[in-house]
């Protein structure tokens, strides 16, 4: 009887209703060509952005997410400010500069893409969440020219993965 009870209670107490939230993009530049794609997961406190970019020139490069789902080329304003300010002024949607080689694949004898995974705190995509850059104006990855910044030079509207 207790295990029949134990087994009630589990099966009462599990969560049916959790979720995977997943996102994806696609990277256009200035001249709107897709240049890469962009897979989000959320995990956590946090998510993880599997990002993949080709034809990108080597060197340090700025990644911010922006506070809306707008990719209007050239310039890329309409993705409005960085997402997810901080106390410190700093934004919860900032990654780390990236790095672009110009490397030669040992297999294949050409360029290497840049293909990374990065994990970022407190940025969701649940919807309920104050984290969420899924909210009801979408949220952009941003890259922009120079590893501090400057112009924006890529973008990718991120859009929920069903």
């Not at 946090?46 to 911010?64: D, E, Q, V, W």
Request: hydrophobic content about 35%; overall charge negative; glycine content about 10%.
């Amino acid at each position: 009887m207790n295990r029949l009870i134990l087994l009630i209670f589990l099966m009462i107490s599990c969560n049916t209703s959790d979720e995977v939230y997943q996102a994806e993009g696609i990277f256009v530049n200035s001249d709107n060509l897709r240049i890469g794609t962009v897979d989000i997961m959320e995990q956590g406190n946090g998510s993880n952005f599997r990002i993949h970019l080709k034809t990108l020139k080597p060197g340090s490069y700025a990644m911010h997410i922006h506070e809306k789902g707008e990719c209007k080329f050239p310039d890329f304003l309409s993705a409005g400010d960085h997402h997810g300010l901080k106390d410190d002024g700093t934004f919860y949607g900032d990654f780390a500069p990236i790095y672009v080689k110009n490397e030669l694949s040992q297999y294949t004898g050409k360029l290497k893409k840049f293909n990374q995974t990065i994990f970022l705190d407190n940025v969701l995509l649940n919807p309920r969440s104050e984290f969420t850059i899924l909210d009801e104006d979408g949220s952009a990855i941003i890259i922009h020219e120079g590893p501090q910044g400057g112009k924006r030079i890529a973008c990718a509207n991120i859009k929920r993965k069903y």
